[in-house]
């Protein structure tokens, strides 16, 4: 079945530091892609998506590169605010049923 | 503001008692769900409806029961049945019966530990 891996955390930078995390996953077909975020005390608010081979999505400073040949869709942001603090999800959609899976999650902690 | 509202933030169960969660919405969206989020884990899928009066089994349905009456509403009990409990309930609503993820919506989530 389809699976989401993500880079262990919890990581803690400092303001203004560079960001990525690593997303790899196994799927067949096609599947869309997705980063998730999720603040303390709140639900899961989609961050990007992107839904073929190529496609960058963006949002808020951060990115993700759709990479198939590497099957991977890895976070990065170029400078990190306080204000980024939270859990990360990389998730998948893909099949038939349209069958949705998340990653473990990665916390991440800015510094100031 | 429309949104989903899920009650209680908090909520402890005793050894052997059921407990409801609520899920609400004025999205005036067709399809919910309800998903477990363990520490360390990622999300999985309990149960989902995709119209009044219909639903299905997700992934971990064992343990849990729902209801779907009314398409503002879709409350998850965790019988006595479930057996490891404790843990970050989600509920998501979304205009598409399709499921796509970018047209998910999510609550702030309930807690549920055992006492």
């Known amino acids: 079945g389809d699976s989401v891996t993500q880079m262990e955390g919890p990581v803690t930078l400092s303001e203004e530091a560079f960001l990525t995390i690593n997303c790899t996953y196994t799927?067949?077909?096609?599947?869309?892609l997705f980063w998730y975020v999720q603040y303390p005390g709140e639900g899961l608010q989609l961050l990007l998506k992107a839904t073929k081979a190529d496609d960058k999505g963006s949002n808020k400073g951060f990115e993700a590169t759709y990479r198939k040949e590497t099957t991977s869709f890895h976070l990065e942001k170029g400078s990190v605010q306080v204000s980024d603090s939270a859990v990360y999800f990389c998730a998948l959609q893909g099949g038939s049923a349209r069958q949705l899976t998340f990653g473990s999650g990665t916390q991440l902690t800015v510094l100031p | 503001d429309g949104g989903i509202t899920q009650s209680p933030k908090y909520l402890f169960r005793k050894e052997g008692q059921n407990v409801t969660l609520s899920c609400e919405q004025n999205l005036n969206h067709d399809a919910m769900y309800w998903y477990r989020q363990d520490p360390g884990q990622g999300l999985r899928l309990i149960y989902y409806s995709q119209i009044v009066n219909d639903f299905q089994k997700g992934d971990i349905a064992e343990g849990y029961s729902v209801s779907r009456e009314k398409k503002e509403s879709f409350p998850l009990t965790v019988t006595s049945a479930q057996k490891n409990p404790t843990a970050f309930y989600l509920c998501?609503?979304?205009?598409?019966?399709?499921?796509?993820?970018?047209?998910?919506?999510f609550g702030s989530g309930t807690q549920l530990s055992v006492l």
């Open positions: 998501a609503s979304s205009t598409s019966r399709d499921r796509s993820a970018e047209k998910l919506f």
């Open positions: 799927a067949t077909g096609y599947p869309s």
